[in-house]
């Protein structure tokens, strides 16, 4: 009757502190010492506070702690901790324990997971040389896992041995694959995956879909893009965040502004990211004005915009030229919201300042950084001062620092020659003559024009079939 109405309480404990009442209960009824009942036990905790549930774990009455135990502190740090490594170490001192107390195929994917999580691709490799000799290798979880590892390593021709040796692949495993591509910045490669996927009648969800849009944004690959949209319409798949972020982006990178805010118009339940993909679109486009009206309707409904935020919406008074509301919003990041200014803040406020042809203000900001200025904030400043003509506040020691931290671009000595002629010794003759025995030349502009491989045509059609 106890062991029934103590069963009832684990699936009603959801608070750390129902979870204390109910350890009370154990130690006072002696089934603290019950495997079955201290393993969920730590189960109820772990749901409610890792801590607590680590507390619990760390003073078991059982020597050693249950494997179920084990499993579930493991998963907890991996999963649902701000410090996954406490798994990697939680699983070192299960292998210490010896006996017949062993990792199982429970035990394996949640430590892979915190390998990929903290990059420990050491660790990871000698936890995967662990499964093979436990004969785990052909468990499709434990594979997957590995595939995810290596990929958020930046291995992913390791996650491509893994995906090649498995004798069954199932979505989980083409949507890793193709994640593990788009991770590693081999886009195309993830597009040749989702072919396979396709050839194998291996039905995509909605996890392939982010990262074959994520593929198509790097690529700049629209109409690969549409069809996915398209497919996700017919299909009625309903529009979730994290999908509806990645179409957004797609759109939003390829200067459709009309499908752009479709999309975000049509995403159900609108995260900060959301908002924040939509107001970089408008600003990098030239709409600061409604860039603007968006990022303050995002105030109103209660989203605190973060870092990125910021570095989008003043990025866009820069393009715009709005001085005032530039300086208003960097004061509203700082003192009502206490977000540390990053150097793109930063950034923003030199190209502000310079492009209005406010040299004092934009090298006040300059001076008051608590970092070094990096190479595209001092071509800005230099840029701005060489526009309108104000060498007032121009620094020699800028224009050097620059020149060291670029030496091999060309373009750097012609800006800072053409800047000030007095800055540099005898002007622009020997700044050419500096670039003519480096071996330097300002490179001339060029544009970028993606080209897929033959092999890849047709994906887009494959996608609606």
Not at 249 to 257: E, F, R, V
Not at 284 to 300: Q, R
Request: net charge neutral; charged share 20%.
């Amino acid at each position: 009757m106890i062991s029934r109405h103590i069963q009832t309480l684990f699936q009603r404990s959801k608070t750390s502190i129902e979870t204390h009442q109910l350890h009370s209960l154990l130690i006072k009824t002696s089934l603290d010492h019950d495997e079955y009942f201290f393993s969920h036990l730590i189960l109820s905790a772990a749901s409610a506070s890792v801590r607590h549930a680590g507390e619990i774990f760390n003073n078991s009455p059982i020597t050693p702690p249950p494997l179920f135990a084990w499993n579930t502190m493991i998963r907890a740090y991996s999963s649902n901790s701000s410090n996954p490594i406490e798994s990697v170490k939680l699983f070192q001192e299960l292998l210490r324990t010896g006996g017949e107390l062993k990792p199982d195929n429970f035990t394996y994917p949640f430590v892979i997971k915190a390998c990929g999580r903290c990059s420990l691709l050491a660790v990871g490799g000698s936890v995967h040389s662990m499964i093979l000799k436990a004969g785990l290798g052909s468990d499709s979880h434990v594979s997957n896992t590995l595939l995810t590892m290596y990929g958020g390593c930046g291995v992913v021709e390791f996650a491509r041995e893994v995906f090649d040796e498995m004798c069954e692949r199932d979505v989980v495993s083409w949507s890793s694959m193709i994640a593990a591509y788009v991770g590693c910045n081999r886009d195309s490669d993830a597009l040749r995956v989702f072919k396979a996927m396709n050839n194998a009648n291996e039905k995509p969800n909605l996890v392939t879909f982010v990262s074959l849009l994520s593929a198509c944004t790097n690529l700049l690959n629209i109409r690969l893009g549409k069809s996915i949209h398209s497919y996700i319409l017919i299909n009625g798949i309903e529009m979730h965040v994290g999908l509806g972020t990645a179409l957004l982006n797609m759109y939003a990178k390829s200067g459709h502004l009309n499908e752009a805010f479709y999309v975000f118009n049509n995403i159900t339940e609108k995260n900060l990211q959301s908002w924040t993909v939509m107001i970089s679109c408008l600003a990098d486009f030239g709409h600061a004005e409604e860039a603007i009206s968006l990022f303050t309707k995002m105030e109103k409904i209660g989203l605190r915009p973060d870092s990125v935020s910021f570095s989008a919406i003043l990025s866009a008074c820069s393009h715009r030229g709005l001085v005032h509301k530039g300086q208003e919003l960097f004061d509203k990041m700082v003192n009502f919201y206490n977000i540390m200014p990053t150097m793109e803040h930063y950034g923003c406020m030199v190209d502000l300042f310079g492009r209005a042809g406010k040299i004092e203000e934009a090298y006040q900001i300059i001076m008051s950084m608590p970092m070094e200025a990096n190479s595209v904030i001092l071509r800005s400043y230099l840029s701005a001062c060489k526009q309108h003509g104000r060498v007032l506040y121009l620094d020699k020691r800028l224009m050097q620092v620059l020149i060291e931290k670029e030496p091999g671009i060309g373009a750097n000595y012609v800006l800072a020659a053409n800047v000030s002629s007095v800055s540099y010794g005898n002007g622009v003759g020997d700044m050419r003559n500096d670039m003519k025995i480096k071996g330097l030349r300002k490179v001339p502009g060029w544009s970028w024009v993606q080209a897929t491989g033959g092999d890849l045509e047709g994906i887009g059609e494959e996608v609606m079939r």
